[in-house]
């Protein structure tokens, strides 16, 4: 069974820099894309990033581009999100998620998703 | 970007009622569809994808129909466990967006 579960989220002070982890484990991790969706407390789904299995290229939302970076490690079945320069708007609980953002493609599964909170 | 609408964005049922869920993209995404269930503090699951496609192990009491601009996300038969939010997704361009959610709760 194909399972992802995130780690690395915290507090941290706005301006600040944070590093997520998503380790992956029950299927062939180089033959997905992969990535990494947020939601503020009580609210709903942000699409944050996505990287994709063929060539690796980034995508980013608007709302993070140049202040974020995700990356993955496929020899150790790991997907990363670093976060700079963090505002407050950026508190959420972060999730992994497999699968490719465009055509015919949809998350599944998902991390059971990670705190990070940005406050002084 | 594309915006995603759902109706309504909240909804009180009970077990055994027939529900439906509306999703209205703001330009045609073909069945570029797809639905999840968000219970409290859980994950977002993946329900139907691609319009009317049920997930692998999904119960069949879920359906979804529709193409172009609107579409229907049906529980035929509400269980306790579908007490939740649940959530459209368009992957039709990027970057793929969510509708802002629409919770059942219990009547």
């Known amino acids: ?120 | 970007d594309i915006q995603m609408t759902q109706s309504p964005s909240s909804l009180s049922a009970s077990v055994g009622d027939r529900v439906t869920i509306t999703c209205r993209a703001n330009q045609s995404i073909s069945t570029y569809l797809n639905w999840y269930r968000q219970t409290p503090g859980k994950a977002p699951k993946l329900l139907i994808y691609t319009a009317s496609n049920l997930q692998s192990g999904v119960p069949s009491r879920f359906s979804g129909s529709g193409s172009g601009t609107d579409f229907t996300l049906t529980i035929s038969s509400l269980q306790p466990e579908d007490f939740a939010t649940y959530y459209c997704q368009q992957s039709y361009s990027a970057p793929p967006t969510f509708g802002q959610g629409t919770k059942v709760d219990i009547k």
């Open chain 1, 1 to 120: 069974e194909a399972q992802l579960v995130e780690s690395g989220g915290g507090l941290v002070k706005p301006g600040g820099s944070l590093r997520l982890s998503c380790a992956a484990s029950g299927f062939t991790f180089s033959d997905y894309s992969m990535n990494w969706v947020r939601q503020a407390p009580g609210k709903g789904l942000e699409w944050v990033s996505g990287i994709r299995k063929t060539d690796g290229s980034k995508h980013y939302a608007e709302s993070v581009k140049g202040r974020f970076t995700i990356s993955r490690d496929n020899a150790k079945n790991s997907l990363y999100l670093q976060m700079n320069n963090m505002r407050a708007d950026d508190t959420a609980f972060y999730y992994c998620a497999r699968g490719f953002w465009s055509g015919s493609g949809w998350f599944d599964p998902w991390g059971q998703g990670t705190l990070v909170t940005v406050s002084s």
